[in-house]
């Protein structure tokens, strides 16, 4: 009887139980399988044709929060430029990088991906000088800080279905974008376990983010001419030993294409040292299941020695160079301006607010409905918020 080809052997459907087997035979034991998972604060069925992690994933592109994120400042205002990063563009690029970490490392990419798109969906217009002003003008009313803000938005804020508030996320991606609370609560009847890290999924996410603001800080800082490619040539180890590479390799390029190889091997080399150093870990560890990572005295996803201190060179430059610079601070310092302007409007006229803020003050308190509110807008929006307030039309 003859071989049957692979393209007439008979298909079936890969289903939820499927792709859970079919995890469970290639991740690593140390991985979060989807199957394990924690389950989410208001019980769902579970979804048919995707594992709970890709349905998470969806919920998060699916939000409003997402889809605002194309218009907030990553590091140049919103608007400044069309090359330019923004805050969407930065989350999309942490995101590709979180898979490429945790793909050779047998990780679950589903929850690294998800992790990675809602890291940023609570931060506030204008970056980090945003956040900065919105935590100062919250004193004595709890603060604000963004990955607080991201729980926030996915467990509460998002109003998209009709039986619970947020987006019902699974617990181990809440346990990812609460990273600066390694004592994130467990659910209830949950064994009781050491919980000192998140999984090494989250790890991964986290470290993602600062690789992709790394290069993309040094792309638009090149592009916009605030950077110059002779001192990065002759002050930042990081980037002398990339171009090194990247001459050896393709010899003499032209300016663009010098730029762009040049950053492409900066994100290469960090991920390689990234996930040579994780493996490295988990070995000396010992860690032999998702838990056990958990039980971890310290994280075990992180740079080499070298490599942090090479990382710690570059961050002092950009902030030196980039950040600190007056093209970038001046923009950003004039719209924080008006951020605090129509926050403490909003304070002292809450008749103002939209009626979905207004009733949020009931259940919250007034400088959290504020807060949020202000928090959830994009640059542009509040732009326009101050203007309808105030009858200004103020250049930023």
């Known amino acids: 009887m003859p071989a049957v080809s692979p393209s007439e052997a008979p298909r079936t459907l890969v289903d939820r139980e499927a792709l859970e087997a079919r995890e469970r035979g290639t991740l690593a034991p140390y991985a979060q399988c989807s199957a394990d998972t924690r389950g989410r604060v208001h019980p769902e069925d579970p979804p048919a044709l995707r594992t709970h992690f890709q349905r998470d994933r969806d919920r998060v592109i699916h939000s409003r929060a997402f889809r605002r994120l194309e218009y907030k400042t990553q590091v140049f205002l919103n608007g400044t430029g069309d090359h330019l990063r923004t805050r969407l563009t930065h989350t999309m690029e ?7 970490l945790a793909r050779p490392l047998g990780l679950n990419e589903d929850l690294t991906e998800t992790i990675a798109l809602a890291h940023d ?36 804020l998002e109003r998209k279905y009709p039986r619970f508030p947020g987006l019902n996320l699974s617990w181990e991606v809440r346990e990812g974008l609460a990273k600066h609370q390694p004592e994130f609560p467990l659910p209830p009847g949950t064994p009781d376990v050491p919980h000192r890290q998140p999984s090494l999924e989250a790890q991964l996410a986290n470290l993602a983010d600062e690789i992709a603001y790394y290069s993309h800080d040094l792309d638009d800082g090149l592009d916009s001419g605030l950077l110059d490619e002779k001192r990065l040539q002759s002050e930042v180890q990081v980037w002398a030993g990339a171009a090194r590479e990247v001459r050896r390799r393709f010899g003499a390029l032209p300016a663009e294409s010098r730029r762009y190889y040049t950053i ?22 010992g860690v032999d ?18 490599r942090r201190r090479a990382n710690l060179e570059l961050r002092k430059y950009l902030y030196r160079n980039l950040y600190y610079s007056p093209a970038i601070n001046e923009p950003n310092r004039r719209a924080v301006r008006l951020l605090a302007e129509v926050f403490q409007h909003f304070i002292a006229h809450p008749e103002t607010l939209g009626r979905t803020a207004r009733n949020a003050v009931i259940s919250a308190g007034l400088h959290r409905a504020v807060c949020d509110h202000v928090a959830s807008m994009t640059d542009r929006y509040l732009l326009q918020e101050h203007q309808r307030l105030f009858g200004l039309h103020l250049p930023v």
């Open 94 to 100: 942490v995101a590709a990088i979180s898979r490429n």
């Open 121 to 156: 969906l609570g931060h506030a217009p204008f970056g980090h000088k945003g956040e900065h002003a919105l935590d100062r003008l919250m004193k004595g009313h709890g603060g604000f800080e963004h990955n607080r803000q991201s729980l926030r938005v996915v467990e509460l």
């Open 264 to 285: 492409r091997q900066i994100i290469d080399e960090q991920v390689t040292d990234v996930v040579e150093t994780t493996l490295r870990n988990v070995n000396t560890a």
């Open 289 to 306: 299941s998702a838990d056990a990572v958990r039980a971890a005295r310290r994280p075990l996803v992180g740079y080499s020695a070298g």
